[in-house]
């Protein structure tokens, strides 16, 4: 056998190597080209925010209760009698420690430690909450949130801007990252000191990420919560995989109810049920 046969089919096997390789790789990506979201899996996505947000939902109920002087919506949904809080003063504003214990509560357990501390400005505070430890029914958080509140925007209105970057291991054992933002505008009862007339306006965007796949989500028309309702009266969100397909939510004309409409890259539409968010008793 000369040298000069052996080197050609070296030369052969190479090209069918690569060509192999190539052949794979087209087939990875035609793979993840073709795979779709099912609705439940969209539904996953909403939940998790649904999750972070009772997050927002407990501390305002926490500071509208021992800050501002307002009265909840409904006595069920103030934090348990169970948890210690302590204050301790810090520099420019204070340090405000949520100590559930190993447990408490009744439909929704808290457990663990939230920490916020408090930076107070000319008509305005920024507030930062990192976790110990702490989880809601077996879900639980680590990273941390900002707020920054003021009482009067451009619209006259008072409003907060939440910053969040929140790994939640949830009760299964998945793992979910939320990073993003949103801005909460209260359109009306802002100016009374209770909040059952309360309504919001939602708006924002955030990276979902699950299995090594990270989805795009961004409220394209704003999200209306009225507290006295348990659910998103209405508004659209949409999910973006990064193959560019986008599923699209819309919760509807402002009916208080638990559906939602999810349309699908190719055009057609599925009614989904929305899992009843967290009441805190």
């Not at 439909?107 to 939230?114: E, Q």
């Not at 359109?187 to 309360?198: A, C, L, N, P, Y």
């Amino acid at each position: 056998m000369t040298l000069r046969f052996v080197r050609r089919n070296l030369g052969y096997l190479s090209v069918i190597g690569l060509l192999f390789m190539a052949s794979c790789e087209s087939d990875k990506n035609e793979e993840i080209v073709n795979d779709s979201m099912s609705t439940e899996e969209v539904l996953n996505v909403i939940e998790a925010d649904d999750i972070s947000s009772s997050i927002d939902n407990l501390l305002e109920e926490d500071y509208d209760l021992f800050t501002a002087g307002k009265t909840s919506s409904n006595r069920a949904n103030r934090p348990p009698g169970c948890v210690e809080r302590t204050v301790e003063e810090i520099p420019n504003g204070k340090r405000v420690i949520l100590d559930y214990g190993e447990g408490c509560g009744r439909f929704v357990v808290l457990a663990g430690v939230i920490i916020k501390e408090y930076t107070r400005e000319e008509g305005s505070y920024s507030r930062k909450v990192t976790f110990e430890n702490f989880s809601i029914n077996g879900n639980v958080f680590e990273g941390e949130k900002s707020f920054s509140k003021v009482r009067e925007n451009a619209n006259g209105n008072p409003q907060v801007t939440i910053v969040s970057d929140l790994t939640i291991t949830l009760e299964s054992g998945e793992v979910v990252m939320n990073k993003g933002e949103k801005v909460k505008e209260v359109i009306e009862g802002g100016d009374t000191r209770t909040r059952r007339d309360d309504v919001v306006s939602i708006s924002g965007y955030w990276e979902h990420t699950k299995d090594g796949e990270t989805r795009s989500v961004e409220i394209t028309d704003n999200l209306i919560r009225n507290h006295a309702c348990r659910y998103i009266e209405s508004g659209v969100v949409e999910v973006t995989r990064r193959n560019g397909d986008m599923y699209s939510v819309d919760f509807g004309d402002g009916t208080c109810d638990n559906k939602a409409v999810v349309t699908k890259p190719d055009g057609t539409t599925e009614e989904i049920t929305l899992r009843r968010p967290f009441k805190f008793k």
